[in-house]
């Protein structure tokens, strides 16, 4: 009989009815059928926003619930914490940057929102911003540039993390700028860096380039500034004392 309704299951394209059903309480039909399917719903959104996680390819695992929010972090007027978290940027195709010192918590809150969004079916994309610049020299030197950008046709987020700690040859810098042009008010950017947007002129070597570029990650954009100490300091500190 198991093999019966797991064999229906499979034809009705119910992926976890067959394994879950007997663990759902009977205390009505209407009742059964209906946390039956809650459950089978539940767990597609679960294994959905799995699949989207590893696709986005985050380095790390980092969750909004371990995160230390404080006043360490500057909103801008016209978003809050709530706001952020609501991930409204995104339906509304509008970029975050995150910039401040090293270990102030930028790259951990972009993580975060980031697989926030898989889980709300969001499609995203995770990369050091280096390692997206020698991906797409790559790409250019073998003659796939064109497959390559095409990778980001159906993707709603792209976080590019630490824009700014290691500076780009003119060929790296001209690539990014057509990526992130191409992109210009049809995705939504994260941004994290430790340089002020007067300061990116030490990642491009073309000043009329940086500031083209500037323009566009800027327009349709929330800039929240970090300040303060690093974690990671304060903690190797902690543990000396």
Not at 60 to 80: A, C, M, N, R, T
Not at 118 to 134: A, I, K, M, P, T
Not at 144 to 167: A, C, H, Q, S
Not at 183 to 189: A, G, I, R, T
Request: aromatic letters at 12%.
């Amino acid at each position: 009989m198991t093999r019966d309704i797991k064999a229906m299951c499979k034809s009705l394209r119910l992926a976890y009815v067959a394994d879950v059903y007997e663990s759902i309480p009977f205390e009505t039909k209407e009742q059964f059928l209906k946390e039956l399917f809650e459950k089978e719903f539940a767990l597609r959104e679960e294994a959905r926003a799995d699949r989207l996680m590893k696709k986005a390819k985050f380095l790390h695992v980092k969750e909004l619930d371990d995160y230390h929010w404080g006043s360490h972090i500057h909103f801008p007027q016209q978003l809050d914490k709530d706001e952020l978290i609501s991930l409204s940027f995104i339906k509304r195709v509008e970029n975050v940057i995150l910039t401040g010192a090293p270990g102030t918590g930028k790259t951990h809150l972009a993580t975060a929102l980031g697989r926030e969004a898989c889980r709300n079916g969001f499609e995203v994309r995770f990369f050091r911003v280096s390692d997206l610049v020698d991906q797409l020299d790559r790409a250019w030197q073998d003659g796939k540039l064109r497959n390559f950008r095409n990778k980001f046709k159906t993707v709603d987020l792209i976080v590019l993390d630490e824009m700014g700690y290691i500076p780009f040859g003119k060929e790296g810098a001209e690539l990014l700028f057509q990526l992130i042009s191409e992109w210009y008010e049809q995705k939504s950017l994260m941004i994290t860096s430790n340089l002020e947007f007067s300061q990116w002129n030490r990642i491009f070597s073309d000043s009329r380039l940086t500031a083209a570029l500037v323009d566009r990650v800027i327009h349709h954009a929330h800039v929240l500034n970090f300040t303060g100490d690093s974690f990671r300091v304060k903690h190797a500190l902690s543990n000396q004392e």
